[in-house]
Nanobody, 116 residues
Framework: QLQLVESGGGLVQPGGSLRLSCAAS????????IGWFRQAPGKEREGVCS????????NCVDAVKGRFAISRDNAKATVYLQMNSLKPEDTAVYYC?????????WGQGTQVTVSS
C-alpha cells in the first residue's frame, strides 16, 4: 500500500519560514514524480509544486515561485517543501501525492497557518 505522510506544519508569522516533509512507505519513491498540494478553507485543493522522479526538474505555481522550493532525498524516501516569505494566503492544509495523484494515497495533510 502506497502511503505518504506529511509533517512539519504549524503556526508562523507572515514573512516566516517552514519546511514540510513527505515521507513515503510501501513503494519505491524513486520511480515517481511527486507533488505538493494545498487546500484552503472553502477552496478546492490545488497543486503547489512538483518534482521529477530523479529531482532534476521542479515546477511551482506562480503564486509561490521564488518563495517555495521542492526537493527530494530518494535515499530517505522523503520529499520536502521549503516555504519562505510566507503570506496569510498560504494558510492551508498541505498534502503530498504522486503525479498524477493516487486517490487512495491522500494522507491527513499538515496544517500551515500564517498569521500575526
Amino acid at each position: 500500500q502506497l502511503q505518504l505522510v506529511e509533517s512539519g506544519g504549524g503556526l508562523v508569522q507572515p514573512g516566516g519560514s517552514l519546511r514540510l516533509s513527505c515521507a513515503a512507505s510501501g513503494f519505491t519513491l524513486d520511480y515517481y514524480e511527486i507533488g505538493w498540494f494545498r487546500q484552503a478553507p472553502g477552496k478546492e485543493r490545488e497543486g503547489v509544486c512538483s518534482i521529477s522522479s530523479n529531482g532534476g526538474s521542479t515546477n511551482c505555481v506562480d503564486a509561490v515561485k521564488g518563495r517555495f522550493a521542492i526537493s527530494r532525498d530518494n535515499a530517505k524516501a522523503t520529499v520536502y517543501l521549503q516555504m519562505n516569505s510566507l503570506k496569510p494566503e498560504d494558510t492551508a492544509v498541505y498534502y503530498c501525492n504522486t503525479i498524477p495523484p493516487r486517490p487512495r494515497s491522500w494522507g491527513q495533510g499538515t496544517q500551515v497557518t500564517v498569521s500575526s
